[in-house]
C-alpha cells in the first residue's frame, strides 16, 4: 500500500472532477492521481498530468476555434506527414507537432487555417513546396 507522504494514510489511484475555466467558459477535466483518503492531497504522475493537459489544451482550443490535438494529428495523418516532416514544412521547430499533438503547445491561427484548407483539399503539400 502507498502511504501519503504528508499524513502517512493510504494513498488511492482515482479520477477526480475538477473545473477548468477558459474565457468564461467551464469544462469538467477528469484528472487521473493518487489521492490521500485522509487529507485529500492529491499526488500526481508526469502521466497523469499529460492526460489532463490534452484535456485541457482541447477545451481551450475550442473555446477559441482551434483544431484539437486528435484533428491535429489526423489532418497531418492524411497528408502523409510524419510529425518531423510536418515541422519542417510549416516551421516551429522539430517537435512542434509533437507538441501540438500532445497539447504542450497550441499552433497559431495562421497554421490551424492553413491546415484547415489541406484538409478540405483547398491546399496541398505540392502547393507549399512551391512556395517554400
Ligand atoms: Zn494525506
Same mark, same amino acid.
Given at each position: ?6 499524513? !502517512?494514510?493510504? @494513498?488511492?489511484?482515482? /479520477? ?9 467558459? *467551464? +469544462? %469538467? ?34 473555446? !477559441?476555434?482551434? @483544431?484539437?490535438?486528435? /484533428? ?9 506527414? *510524419? +510529425? %518531423? ?48
Amino acid at each position: 500500500m502507498k502511504k501519503c507522504p504528508l499524513c !502517512d494514510s493510504e @494513498l488511492k489511484r482515482e /479520477e477526480r472532477t475538477t473545473h477548468y475555466t477558459y474565457k468564461d467558459k *467551464t +469544462q %469538467e477535466i477528469l484528472q487521473s492521481g493518487e489521492y490521500c483518503v485522509a487529507c485529500g492531497e492529491g499526488f500526481l504522475s508526469s502521466k497523469d498530468l499529460k492526460a489532463s493537459q490534452k484535456q485541457i489544451a482541447d477545451f481551450k482550443r475550442g473555446v !477559441d476555434h482551434l @483544431l484539437t490535438t486528435d /484533428e491535429v494529428r489526423a489532418i497531418r495523418k492524411k497528408l502523409k506527414l *510524419t +510529425q %518531423e516532416k510536418a515541422s519542417e514544412l510549416f516551421g516551429g521547430g522539430v517537435r512542434a507537432f509533437h507538441k501540438y499533438e500532445i497539447g504542450e503547445n497550441t499552433q497559431s491561427r495562421p497554421l490551424d487555417i492553413l491546415l484547415k484548407l489541406m484538409d478540405s483539399g483547398k491546399v496541398s503539400v505540392d502547393d507549399l513546396q512551391m512556395v517554400g
